[in-house]
């Protein structure tokens, strides 16, 4: 079945720095891709999608890239604040139209000043 | 406007309690989702229903009922629920179609004594 495996946490890093969270995907067929962001005590919020091949999805200064060849969609920030420690997640929605998300089991982020 | 709102944001009830959360929306979509959040996991899909009807049940316990009553309300019935069903309780929404985008309110902490 379709799944989804993110890089483990807690990832730490110092304001400024560039991120990158890892993701990649087993999915049949041409799935669409998110990235959600959770805050603490706080629901999920859509940070950027891409439902194509070769497409880039983008938000405040967030991107990623849906990689067929490598069946990846790692998120990616040159310069990073503190207000990004949140929990990401990684998500596909299959190409059948059940409308399940699968997850990955997410990300913790922490960002210190 | 991509807002879905979630009462109450907290709720705590006892083993013999009956009690209902409820999600609405007003983006027009036509597909409402409740999930089930522990603590440092992902979402886990519960029910999704597509033009006010059921179409996924993912094996949920009786003690949660579902009630879709119209295209922007979804309502999750709590009855003789176990302290383990302590979650956060999330509903989303999305147009029906293969790829869309679900949309996750801020959740529902339910604390079961």
């Known amino acids: 079945g379709d799944s989804v495996t993110q890089m483990e946490g807690p990832v730490t890093l110092s304001e400024e720095a560039c991120l990158t969270i890892n993701c990649t995907y087993t999915a049949t067929g041409y799935p669409s891709l998110f990235w959600y962001v959770q805050y603490p005590g706080e629901g999920l919020q859509l940070l950027l999608k891409a439902t194509k091949a070769d497409d880039k999805g983008s938000n405040k200064g967030f991107e990623a890239t849906y990689r067929k060849e490598t069946t990846s969609f790692h998120l990616e920030k040159g310069s990073v604040q503190v207000s990004d420690s949140a929990v990401y997640f990684c998500?596909?929605?299959?190409?059948?139209?059940?409308?399940?998300?699968?997850f990955g089991q997410g990300t913790t982020l922490q960002v210190k000043p | 406007d991509t807002e879905v709102t979630q009462t109450p944001k907290h709720l705590v009830m006892g083993m013999t309690n009956k009690k209902s959360l409820k999600c609405e929306q007003h983006m027009g979509h036509r597909a409402m989702y409740w999930y089930k959040q522990k603590a440092k996991k992902p979402p886990e899909l519960m029910f999704v229903?597509?033009?006010?009807?059921?179409?996924i049940n993912e094996s949920v316990p009786s003690r949660f009922s579902p009630e879709c009553p119209n295209s922007s309300l979804l309502n999750l019935h709590l009855h003789a629920l176990q302290p383990e069903d302590s979650a956060l309780y999330l509903c989303a929404s999305s147009q029906v179609g293969v790829g869309d985008t679900q949309y996750f309110g801020p959740g529902t902490r339910l604390t079961v004594l």
């Open positions: 229903y597509s033009y006010e009807k059921l179409s």
């Open positions: 998500a596909l929605r299959g190409s059948g139209n059940t409308g399940k998300l699968i």
